[in-house]
């Protein structure tokens, strides 16, 4: 199986402040990386995928990088609205493995 | 526009069976690979299941081997989850997948 390390796992930040979440893959996965917003109570919000191709609505502030098995989520001045939990998924082979996702929460 | 509906989810006992289904509408389903993902109360996510686009080839988690399985309908444009011998750890919003489009989920409870 290949593992996703995510890190870290709680983010104390500011609005305004640039943040960056780390996902790493225990072997290659080539671009096949996703990242979502989970806020409480709701479903997982894709915000990128194949490792830095937004997806349609989501603002622009959100950019993702990365290829092989080093990956990273960027939001460029967080806003309100974007304290929640973030989630990296590996969509490279069949059985999908998650990373252990990463906190935003309020400094 | 992808949408991908469950439904099925509900209380049930331990040792109980539940099937869930998924409403595929918006893309060509026959043409699709489809996952099952859960995630526990206070959890992070859980990939549960994936079945090929025609039904050939399936993989499940070693959480849920011989307990569940996965099948489709292409005619029908669903996926299921027929999920048996239910313990209280199996408790979870179960969300239907197609690589990166989900559906919003169905809660199931295992709880006697």
């Known amino acids: 199986d290949i593992q996703m390390t995510q890190s870290p796992s709680t983010l104390s930040a500011s609005v305004g402040d640039r943040v960056t979440i780390t996902c790493r893959a225990s072997?290659?996965?080539?671009?096949?990386l996703a990242w979502y917003q989970q806020k409480p109570g709701k479903a997982p919000k894709l915000l990128i995928y194949?490792?830095?191709s937004l997806e349609s609505g989501v603002p622009s502030r959100f950019s993702g990088s990365g290829s092989g098995t080093e990956f990273t989520l960027t939001i460029s001045s967080l806003q309100p609205d974007d304290f929640a939990t973030y989630y990296c998924?590996?969509?490279?082979?069949?059985?999908?493995?998650f990373g252990q996702g990463t906190k935003v929460e309020i400094k | 526009e992808v949408q991908l509906v469950e439904s099925g989810g509900g209380l049930v006992q331990p040792g109980g069976s539940l099937r869930l289904s998924c409403a595929a509408s918006?893309?060509?389903?026959?043409?699709?690979?489809m996952n099952w993902v859960r995630q526990a109360p206070g959890k992070g996510l859980e990939w549960v299941s994936y079945?090929?686009?025609?039904?050939?080839?399936?993989y499940y988690a070693d959480s849920v081997k011989g307990r569940f399985t996965i099948s489709r309908d292409n005619a029908k444009n669903s996926l299921y989850l027929q999920m048996n011998s239910l313990r209280a750890e199996d408790t979870a919003v179960y969300y239907c997948?197609?690589?990166?489009?989900w559906g919003q989920g169905t809660l199931v409870t295992v709880s006697s």
């Open positions: 997948a197609r690589d990166v489009k």
């Open positions: 918006g893309f060509t389903f026959s043409s699709y690979e």
């Open positions: 079945i090929s686009s025609s039904g050939s080839t399936i």
């Open positions: 072997q290659s996965i080539s671009s096949w």
């Open positions: 194949k490792a830095s």
């Open positions: 998924q590996q969509y490279n082979s069949p059985e999908w493995t």
